[in-house]
């Protein structure tokens, strides 16, 4: 059974340690975010990405989101970062708008899903970005089975995972409401899934209305 973590505040030293050593042990996590709870993983941990993938089921390859706690994390996972990416970064960091990168060749194609690419994303809550100042980026995927309803409280989280997960951060209830923005940067501007932010407001920053959604 998952052992549950309070956190109201900041994260004191005690729920910093528990959550780094449950991780870097390859453990399994469910943070809170702004929108779901998401289960979080290292994502330069082999070990801990293949029980990510058993614990979320049948995916057909797709790739896992990463959360960072800092746009000065994005280093550790892509080597390029254009111009238009860091512009975005600046309107909408942190929030839900998931940038798709070049991805470090070194990563693992659980992660990526075997692509070339990587989505990242800095969520909008002031905690879990002060505990990935410590544990470095997560994985960022909900904190459910696939095709079950994406959790918004850690009973929730209990319900669904508390048997197959180690730790469970809870953060209260989240808010819920639209996914995050799927944009691909490169090779050309695509969004690959609508969410909260809209397309109108992307065309606003980036001055183009050259977005169009997947068919």
Not at 45 to 64: C, D, T, V, Y
Not at 116 to 145: F, K, W, Y
Request: hydrophobic residues 40%.
């Amino acid at each position: 059974m998952a052992t549950v973590l309070q956190l109201n505040s900041l994260p004191s030293p005690q729920l910093i340690q528990q959550v780094t050593q449950c991780l870097q042990n390859g453990g399994v996590v469910a943070v809170p975010t702004d929108s779901f709870y998401a289960l979080s993983v290292s994502p330069f941990n082999e070990m801990a990405l293949k029980r990510l993938m058993q614990i979320k089921g049948e995916r057909s390859h797709k790739p896992f989101p990463v959360l960072v706690g800092a746009p000065s994390q994005l280093n550790q996972l892509t080597e390029d970062i254009p111009d238009v990416a860091r512009t975005l970064m600046e309107e909408f960091w942190p929030g839900l708008l998931t940038l798709v990168l070049q991805a470090r060749s070194t990563l693992s194609p659980i992660l990526t899903g075997g692509q070339s690419t990587i989505g990242i994303r800095q969520p909008n809550d002031s905690r879990v970005c002060e505990l990935m100042t410590h544990t470095g980026p997560l994985t960022g995927t909900s904190a459910n089975r696939s095709g079950q309803p994406p959790p918004q409280c850690a009973a929730d989280v209990m319900q669904q995972l508390g048997l197959v997960i180690d730790l469970i951060v809870d953060g209260g209830p989240a808010p819920g409401g639209q996914p995050s923005t799927v944009l691909q940067i490169l090779p050309e501007l695509r969004i690959l899934r609508d969410g909260a932010v809209t397309r109108k407001q992307l065309e606003v920053v980036l001055g183009q209305p050259s977005l169009w959604f997947r068919k």
